[in-house]
């Protein structure tokens, strides 16, 4: 029987991330940062729905480091005119472009011969932690998918309702 995921090793993933782009990019602006953390969580979590559509996993230190690659590059080189209005698109836009450039180069050393041994051997000696791996991933998913749908309009209703109106 596999181990459920750990929900507070991915939690505090998150977490950090968040913490990083607060103090990055919302220092002086926290009205923003509440208002713009589920969009936010929503450019965080897009990474893990590209490696889930090409069946690869990642470790949650893994892809902390992957996320903060990009964070720290959009510190470093990134237009604060464009992501002035709204960060979280921004990233959106940031990470999906990195993932068209190099995704390629990620695909190759997630599904290089060394990495399936690794987790073949590791899969064999610590197979809850590579399960768990992945269904951290597969959560993550999930919450970038329950991110992206929209809130129904309240003006909607079935005919079943009875309309205020």
């Known amino acids: 029987m596999s181990s459920p995921p750990d929900p507070a090793a991915l939690t505090a993933t998150l977490e950090a ?19 713009d953390r589920r969009r936010l969580l929503h450019a965080l979590t897009w990474p893990a ?6 069946g690869l996993t990642c470790a949650p230190p893994r892809y902390h480091a992957l996320i903060a690659e990009r964070l720290q590059a959009i510190a470093a080189h990134g237009n604060s005119a464009a992501y ?11 990470l999906q472009d990195w993932f068209d450039r190099h995704g ?3 695909y190759g050393e997630l599904k290089h011969i060394r990495n399936a041994l690794d987790q073949i051997l590791a899969s064999a000696r610590f197979a ?5 791996h992945a269904r951290q991933l597969d959560l993550l998913v999930s919450t970038h998918r ?3 749908r929209r809130p129904t309009d309240p003006r909607d209703h079935t005919p079943d309702q009875l309309n205020l109106f």
């Open 17 to 35: 991330l968040l913490d990083a782009i607060r103090l990055r990019f919302y220092l002086h602006r926290p009205v923003d940062y509440r208002r």
């Open 104 to 106: 390629d180069d990620l």
């Open 146 to 148: 329950l991110l992206a």
């Open 84 to 94: 002035g209005a709204y960060f979280p698109a921004y990233l959106l836009k940031c």
């Open 49 to 54: 729905t590209w490696l889930e559509e090409r």
């Open 128 to 132: 809850a932690r590579v399960q768990r």
